[in-house]
């Protein structure tokens, strides 16, 4: 018994149909019973893990006044100003 022969007794012969020259549709294709529920389970389990880490998420407010923001020049201006502080005398 050599490979083609084992092929043609595994492989069920199904014709491709719907497919034109024109057209770009693609006959369904089917997932693995297996990796479907592989893919849940890890789903789920991304989902519980999630859960646990922040079981109340606070919203982030955008005008909070821990958030600051600063133009490139006063980024600059600061940086300059702790590298002056910070060099030897």
Do not use: C, T
């Amino acid at each position: 018994m050599n490979l083609s022969d084992v092929y043609s007794q595994q492989v069920k012969k199904v014709p491709v149909a719907g497919i034109s020259r024109g057209s770009f549709g693609l006959p369904p294709i089917e997932k693995d019973p297996i990796i479907n529920q592989l893919e849940q389970d890890v789903f789920a389990k991304m989902h519980e893990v999630d859960k646990l880490d922040h079981p109340n998420p606070e919203p982030i407010v955008a005008n909070s006044p821990e958030l600051k923001s600063f133009s490139y020049e006063d980024a600059l201006r600061e940086l300059i100003e702790i590298k002056n502080k910070n060099k030897p005398q």
